[in-house]
């Protein structure tokens, strides 16, 4: 009696579901909700994953890791010529928001007023607002302090966007505002 050959083409599943989904697959819902019936290891996903990401070389898209699990996007080298054919603009940003977002990212946990002590100005409701819609942001705790503001930290969807897996990634601070940042020196309590 021969041994039965298992031919269920895991790869290919992988590489489909990556595909198909909406938002990135992280490889435990891989193995939870694409490979739950199936007898497949995560040592063995990982290493499909490496094989998928090895056939993508030298192509117009790639398969990437980020905060969130591992998506299709196009090579970024790509973006001019990829741009033309989409409709919708990317958004544009003030230099206030876009500020604003840098200081969250590298100082998270932060308050309202740890920005606008960095700045030097106001930070206005709506830039706030436009983060959080965005889903950039979020509150995740208060600052033991009177009034006890919020804190803000970035999101998955932070990562996600800018294509790196931690905040470690994000490249290094101008050492003027490294200074002001390091003369922040507050007591930060979490809500968890």
């Given at each position: 009696m021969r041994p039965t050959v298992n031919t269920t083409p895991y790869k290919q599943i992988i590489?489909?579901?990556?595909?198909?989904?909406?938002?990135?697959?992280?490889l435990a819902a891989?193995?939870?909700?694409?490979?739950?019936?199936?007898?497949?290891?995560r040592q063995q996903v990982v290493a499909y994953i490496a094989e998928i990401t090895q056939d993508y070389q030298g192509k117009g898209i790639e398969l990437v890791e980020v905060a969130s699990g591992y998506r299709f996007q196009a090579r970024s080298h790509l973006t001019p010529w990829l741009q033309r054919m989409l409709q919708d603009k990317p958004a544009k940003y003030s230099r206030a928001t876009l500020e604003t977002l840098a200081l969250i990212a590298y100082r998270q946990p932060v308050s309202r007023g740890d920005i606008e002590a960095v700045r030097g100005v106001a930070v206005s409701s709506q830039?706030?607002?436009?983060?959080?819609?965005?889903?950039?942001?979020?509150?995740?705790?208060?600052?033991?302090?009177?009034?006890?503001?919020?804190?803000?930290?970035?999101?998955?969807?932070f990562l996600d966007y800018f294509g790196i897996?931690?905040?470690?990634?994000?490249?290094?601070l101008d050492e003027a505002l490294l200074a002001k940042l390091a003369a922040m020196d507050d007591e930060i309590v979490l809500d968890i």
């Open positions: 590489e489909a579901a990556i595909f198909v989904a909406k938002k990135p697959l992280s891989l193995c939870r909700d694409v490979l739950a019936e199936e007898e497949v290891s830039t706030i607002h436009t983060l959080e819609e965005r889903e950039w942001i979020k509150v995740i705790g208060r600052k033991e302090v009177p009034g006890r503001p919020a804190l803000y930290a970035t999101t998955t969807q897996k931690s905040i470690q990634e994000l490249p290094p």
